[in-house]
């Protein structure tokens, strides 16, 4: 059955290979033009953390941009489902080992051939430990992934130029799913020359290129041009994009509302109210595979043991989820009932332990009590991290004026000036609080909201949670027959992050966005993002 689902899999991939991401030529669907344009389109975006490149990427400033400049094997229409890209043909008979076939003619923007080598020396640089890369957790599942020493990927065999397979440390059936991440994408020769400046001006075989040295000005925009050796089909239909970094998002919303900008894919609070009766149906509000988390450090001795497993959920049941989102986000947002998307196959609102998500202000103060006769607090204030180049500040206000009524301690907000800032001080443990971690997903499966966050030593496990229980579930989970049997597991996974509290999730995201009357064809995708391909922008 394993092998038969496997193989399916495979199949679709390749019969979907030539789709457009919403069945249609976006140049004569809606009310768009009848051919590509010249016209720049700007777009929102926020200064990245890492150089440009893909397995160094994984926060939202620097993925907007990778993602344009690199096109991996599998690509994610505007549902969520799998298209091929660069790959032909992906196929299995076991779940384990994989053949992965490339489509002729691929080019990186630099005219060099897209190999099978392209791709393995980009998994293995990825995945070496030496090269501290945060997405090297993707290739985990790989053999001679090693997180204790420096190892080559032994299950990555290079057939021929366009033909290489793939051995796993075991069967995985949804291994294929995750193939469109940016952290599975291939890179030329030069990289390896000098990885250093390749991510200032990095080569790609994406629908963009950065439009020469330069063309990311830092801390103040990006800006990319149409790759003409691209060959797949997120074929540009503008003149290029720029991503503008702004410090707020009150900023660039009035840039849209007054025509200077063109996208928007985060409207401010300030505007919640009112963005969708401005815009008219230039307005978008929809689901996305998006989560907002308060993540609590490991190594914070305040919230060890038995102590601080009780303030954690003291914590998370004094925060009223109900009201917050109603009031601050104007129903742009849904109260959290895991820690996944409701948007994503296998979702589950009567996970067991979830009740801890439930406001109920006697129960928490009942909590704080029982770890106050363990350990006390204090006059210790609990501070909640995030950047201030965002619109967090008064939700965040919102959560710190709920703990602090309920449990009467002091709560607030500590703001870092930019997301770049905030992101280093949280990767060097320098935050004394709890902080933010808002996940946007990178493919649509429920693995991908847990095992990149909580498993033992992952990229994104920020908090620097371990739990045996939990690894156990998700490698279970990972070998399982099918996405129904993993699925099952992971709900379990999640029991055990109801007990242990890692994270506090808190709401589930819509996108709210919009764009100005001077583009067409706008369209968002299921996990939040613009599709910069798809817009048309005359002159």
Known sequence: MAALAATILAGSLVLTACASESGEDPTTSGTGSSGPTTGIVTVNGNEPQNPLIPTMTNETGGGKIVDQLFAGLVRYDAEGAVHNEVAESIETEDNQTFTITLEDGWTFSDGTPVTAQSFVDAWNYGALLSNAQPNSYFFESIEGFSYDEDSELTGLEVVDESTFTVTLKQPESDFPLRLGYTAFSPLPASAFEDMKAF??????????????????VHNVEAKLVPNPEYKGDRVPQNGGVTVRFYDNEDAAYADLLSGALDIIDNIPASSFATFEQELGDRATNQPAA????L??????????????????QAISMAINREEITEAIFNGTRTPAKDFTSPTID???????????????????KDLWAQAEAIEPWGDQTLTISSNADSDHQAWIDAVANSIRNVLGIEAEFEPYPQFSEFLDARDNEAITG???????ADYPALNNFLAPIYFTGAGSNDGGYSSEEFDSLVTQANGAESIEDANALLQQAQEVLFQDLPGIPLWYQNVTGGHADTVENVEFSWNSLPLLYQVTKSE
């Open 295 to 312: 993540t609590v450090p490991e190594y914070l001795p305040q919230f060890e043991g038995e102590a601080g497993n009780l303030r954690r």
């Open 346 to 364: 296998g979702w589950s609102d009567s996970i067991p332990g979830n009740e801890v998500l439930t406001y109920d202000a006697e129960k928490a």
């Open 290 to 293: 998006v989560i907002q988390v």
């Open 434 to 440: 709890v902080f933010r971690s808002g996940w946007q």
């Open 199 to 216: 991510g200032e001006n990095p080569v790609g075989n994406g629908p963009y290129m950065l439009d020469g040295e330069g063309a990311w």
